[in-house]
Nanobody, 127 residues
Framework: QVQLVESGGGSVQAGGSLRLSCASP????????TAWFRQAPGKEREGVAA????????YFADSVKSRFTISQDNAKNTVYLQIIGLTPEDTAMYYC????????????????????WGQGTQVTVSS
């Protein structure tokens, strides 16, 4: 059973930053996509960033690309999401998800693309 464990969420003031981590112990694959999604109350789950383990290629939603950075440490099977310039609109539960195999670029931020999901980590931004 593949397990994804998110951490790093918390409550921060607007303008602050956070680094979220997604660990996948034992789930190592050179052709793995890992993505971050977020879901605010009453809203649909939104893909914000993804990374391909093979070459580190990153994908971002247009709405966040200036403030979000995704990176990976393949030796630790961990993917990170760095967020700067947090605003109250970033308040949401953040989930990581993963799968192996080819994914068209148009699908990497779509929730239905992914097989495995973590439990989420809450990010709350106050003004």
């Amino acid at each position: 059973q593949v397990q994804l464990v998110e951490s790093g969420g918390g409550s921060v003031q607007a303008g602050g930053s956070l680094r979220l981590s997604c660990a996948s112990p034992g789930y190592s694959n050179r052709s793995k996509f890992t993505a971050w999604f977020r879901q605010a109350p009453g809203k649909e789950r939104e893909g914000v960033a993804a990374i391909y383990s093979g070459d580190g290629r990153a994908y971002f939603a247009d709405s966040v690309k200036s403030r979000f950075t995704i990176s990976q440490d393949n030796a630790k099977n961990t993917v990170y999401l760095q967020i700067i310039g947090l605003t109250p609109e970033d308040t949401a539960m953040y989930y990581c998800a993963a799968r192996v195999g080819f994914v068209p670029a148009s699908e990497v931020l779509r929730p239905g693309t992914y097989y495995y999901w973590g439990q989420g980590t809450q990010v709350t931004v106050s003004s």
